[in-house]
């Protein structure tokens, strides 16, 4: 998943946009964007949507992001969406590998009251939106089966440490939330799950998320979350290889292919070495070739 669009649960018309938006994924949001009056209403309308939409073909991944485990409303929101049978939920504030073992838990028991395959509803973690969410980060590695990502929250993370502001004059994030980026980022990689960045919440500066997400991209994640449709088209362009990374990358895998065995190659005037060949795999399997 490319782009990942955060859509309010009770947004009306707001959902249909979002679905034609050209995202990846849809995360119907019931956490930060629903105040606590209306969550029961927001509820309802994630499962009246999740019904009528689930069943299409052709359509965007549809994520809810629940409330956290720490909110007491994670099990008023499962009984709620799960018959729906969204593809994953949106684990925010999730606080290492044992609260995704609780969370699949509860998935696991209103599937089987929903009549669902058990592990049919993936989780996509909000890993580090917390001080104890980054001391954890390192802790998903086969925690469930059921993990599709990890991704990480500034806004949350700021509030609790008290800052005045989690980038600076020029849109780059201050030194507490690069490291909080790149705890995401290894905690990935340890897990080998993808790692999805975060928000740019500037969706006006079509220029500033272009450079952060190309930077986003050179460092490893594959995807990122949206909070406006206009922000899809850039952060699809940004995570589609090009057919010349591609034609490279096919380039790498059948230099190693002609050489069985050979630690490094050369490719283009270029010794390359194993991790090289990693590299031009995955990038392969992204996008099926």
Same mark, same amino acid.
């Given at each position: 998943?490319? /782009?990942?669009?955060?859509?309010?649960?009770?947004?009306?018309?707001?959902?249909?946009?979002?679905?034609?938006?050209?995202?990846?994924?849809?995360?119907?949001?019931?956490?930060? /964007?629903?105040?606590?009056?209306?969550?029961?209403?927001?509820?309802?309308?994630?499962?009246?949507?999740?019904?009528?939409?689930?069943?299409?073909?052709?359509?965007?991944?549809?994520?809810?992001?629940?409330?956290?485990?720490?909110?007491?409303?994670?099990?008023?929101?499962?009984?709620?969406? =799960?018959?729906?049978?969204?593809?994953?939920?949106?684990?925010?504030?999730?606080?290492?590998?044992?609260?995704?073992? #609780?969370?699949?838990?509860?998935?696991?028991?209103?599937?089987?009251?929903?009549?669902?395959?058990?592990? /049919?509803?993936?989780?996509?973690?909000?890993?580090?939106?917390?001080?104890?969410?980054?001391?954890?980060?390192?802790? $998903?590695?086969?925690? /469930?089966?059921?993990?599709?990502?990890?991704?990480?929250?500034?806004?949350?993370?700021?509030?609790?440490?008290?800052?005045?502001?989690?980038?600076?004059? #020029?849109?780059?994030?201050?030194?507490?939330?690069?490291?909080?980026?790149?705890?995401?980022?290894?905690?990935?990689?340890?897990?080998?799950?993808?790692?999805?960045?975060? =928000? $740019?919440?500037?969706?006006?500066?079509?220029?500033?998320?272009?450079?952060?997400?190309?930077?986003?991209?050179?460092?490893?994640?594959?995807?990122?979350?949206?909070?406006?449709?206009?922000?899809?088209?850039?952060?699809?362009?940004?995570?589609?290889?090009?057919?010349?990374?591609?034609?490279?990358?096919?380039?790498?895998?059948?230099?190693?292919?002609?050489?069985?065995?050979?630690?490094?190659?050369?490719?283009?005037?270029?010794?390359?070495?194993?991790? #090289?060949?990693?590299?031009?795999?995955?990038?392969?399997?992204?996008?099926?070739?």
């Amino acid at each position: 998943m490319r /782009s990942l669009l955060f859509v309010p649960a009770d947004g009306g018309t707001k959902l249909d946009k979002a679905m034609a938006s050209g995202a990846d994924a849809v995360i119907i949001d019931l956490e930060d /964007s629903i105040t606590p009056e209306r969550k029961a209403n927001a509820r309802a309308a994630c499962l009246e949507f999740l019904k009528a939409t689930a069943p299409k073909t052709g359509r965007p991944k549809l994520l809810v992001r629940i409330n956290g485990l720490d909110t007491g409303m994670t099990d008023a929101d499962l009984d709620a969406i =799960v018959a729906g049978k969204p593809d994953a939920v949106v684990f925010p504030k999730a606080e290492g590998g044992s609260t995704v073992v #609780h969370l699949d838990a509860k998935l696991t028991a209103r599937e089987a009251i929903a009549g669902l395959p058990e592990g /049919s509803i993936k989780v996509l973690a909000q890993a580090v939106e917390s001080a104890a969410g980054l001391f954890a980060a390192g802790t $998903y590695r086969d925690a /469930s089966k059921r993990l599709i990502g990890m991704t990480w929250g500034p806004e949350d993370l700021s509030a609790e440490l008290g800052a005045e502001a989690n980038r600076d004059e #020029h849109g780059l994030l201050t030194e507490p939330y690069r490291l909080a980026r790149n705890i995401c980022l290894y905690g990935a990689a340890a897990a080998k799950l993808p790692a999805i960045e975060t =928000v $740019y919440v500037d969706f006006r500066n079509t220029e500033g998320l272009r450079r952060d997400t190309t930077e986003a991209r050179r460092d490893g994640f594959v995807g990122r979350l949206a909070i406006h449709p206009a922000q899809v088209a850039v952060i699809n362009e940004v995570f589609t290889p090009t057919a010349e990374q591609i034609e490279k990358a096919k380039a790498v895998v059948a230099a190693f292919a002609a050489k069985p065995g050979a630690g490094a190659v050369g490719v283009d005037g270029k010794m390359l070495d194993r991790p #090289h060949l990693v590299r031009a795999q995955n990038l392969l399997a992204r996008t099926g070739n």
